[in-house]
T-cell receptor
Framework: EAQVTQNPRYLITVTGKKLTVTCSQN?????MSWYRQDPGLGLRQIYY???????DKGDVPEGYKVSRKEKRNFPLILESPSPNQTSLYFC????????????FGDGTRLSIL | AQTVTQSQPEMSVQEAETVTLSCTYD???????LFWYKQPPSRQMILVIR??????QNATENRFSVNFQKAAKSFSLKISDSQLGDTAMYFCAFMKHKGGSEKLVFGKGTKLTVNP
């Protein structure tokens, strides 16, 4: 089954404690990205990757890091989380062709206390 | 930069009736894609319908159809014969046609409630 898998689904942690949200896709997609969803703001892109070792900033990259060492994985790293990063996070992947839809993971709810 | 505006934060409709969700966008691009995504309480992002800007014919997927007005930069979603399972947040989204960032620009969403 084609899917994008995010882990964890939920996480409550404290300010400053490094955390990683993993994202893995099994569709051999070249393009992957991270979005955050906040009430009243919709979804906003954090980072994206067009292929292995190729990443770039989206609209709200501050406080986040990513890496793309393998095609299937695209982890989101919060080196020093802060309360304003409390949000719902989505990973998405696509074949990199604009006429193909993006597949979304089920979301990760992060709470930073 | 592209922007997407959904002017209706919340809407409600009776089961079996028809409802239309509004979306306008701003872009200088001539070729692009528009999407409607549904987010039920389970939080999944589900693609409802997609429209390619260079196609004049409005997209249709079963009970879901769009009214795409390119000159007016309007992309509304019509849901016919509304069902309780249509209760969800609906997001309108824009994407440039050319390859590259593949970034989806989302509106702020419309919360739709279908009442029995």
């Amino acid at each position: 089954e084609a899917q994008v898998t995010q882990n964890p689904r939920y996480l409550i942690t404290v300010t400053g404690k490094k955390l990683t949200v993993t994202c893995s896709q099994n569709m051999n997609h070249e393009y992957m990205s991270w979005y955050r969803q906040d009430p009243g703001l919709g979804l906003r892109q954090i980072y994206y990757s067009m292929n292995v070792e190729v990443t770039d900033k989206g609209d709200v990259p501050e406080g986040y890091k990513v890496s793309r060492k393998e095609k299937r994985n695209f982890p989101l790293i919060l080196e020093s989380p802060s309360p304003n990063q409390t949000s719902l996070y989505f990973c998405a992947s696509s074949a990199g062709l604009s006429n193909q839809p993006q597949h979304f993971g089920d979301g990760t709810r992060l709470s930073i206390l | 930069a592209q922007t997407v505006t959904q002017s209706q934060p919340e809407m409600s409709v009776q089961e079996a009736e028809t409802v239309t969700l509004s979306c306008t966008y701003d872009t200088s691009e001539s070729n692009y894609y528009l999407f409607w995504y549904k987010q039920p309480p389970s939080r999944q992002m589900i693609l409802v319908i997609r429209q390619e800007a260079y196609k004049q014919q409005n997209a249709t997927e079963n009970r879901f159809s769009v009214n795409f007005q390119k000159a007016a930069k309007s992309f509304s979603l019509k849901i016919s014969d509304s069902q309780l399972g249509d209760t969800a947040m609906y997001f309108c989204a824009f994407m440039k046609h050319k390859g590259g960032s593949e970034k989806l620009v989302f509106g702020k969403g419309t919360k739709l409630t279908v009442n029995p």
